[in-house]
């Protein structure tokens, strides 16, 4: 008995595990845009973003003088994101791809998508 209650355990720990997460991949026509692909790969299998944003990840400012004593603001930016949307119409949804060093480290979803798909093959 305790050996099924354990098996039963042991399968529903694994099953959840793919349930947990955000999605790591898109379809655009009969091929799949993942997280690792490249911004070219992207525009190659979707086609140009409906838009394109850039952000800054802790970002500092600062400010300093130079040696002839003028005062000089200084911004600094850890990491530079570019986040890319799709919006894949009436039928699909609108994604968000994030990227950082020219790869996508994240996938996601912003709801329905509206009007004329801008994916590639949809």
């Known amino acids: 008995m305790k050996t099924n209650m354990t098996m039963i355990f042991l399968a529903s720990i694994f099953f959840l595990s793919f349930a947990t997460g955000e999605a790591f991949a898109f379809r655009c026509g009969s091929d799949l845009v993942s997280e690792g ?14 838009s394109k944003d850039k952000s800054c990840e802790n970002s500092q400012e600062y400010t300093t003088t130079n040696r002839y004593g003028k005062i000089k603001h200084v911004k600094k930016c850890d990491r530079k994101l570019e986040t890319w949307t799709y919006n894949c119409g009436d039928n699909d949804f609108i994604y968000r791809l994030t990227f950082d060093d020219g790869k996508v480290i994240n996938i996601a979803t912003e709801g329905r998508g509206k009007g004329r798909s801008d994916c590639l093959g949809k």
């Open 37 to 50: 692909d490249s911004k070219t790969q992207v525009t190659a299998t979707c086609g140009h973003p409906t």
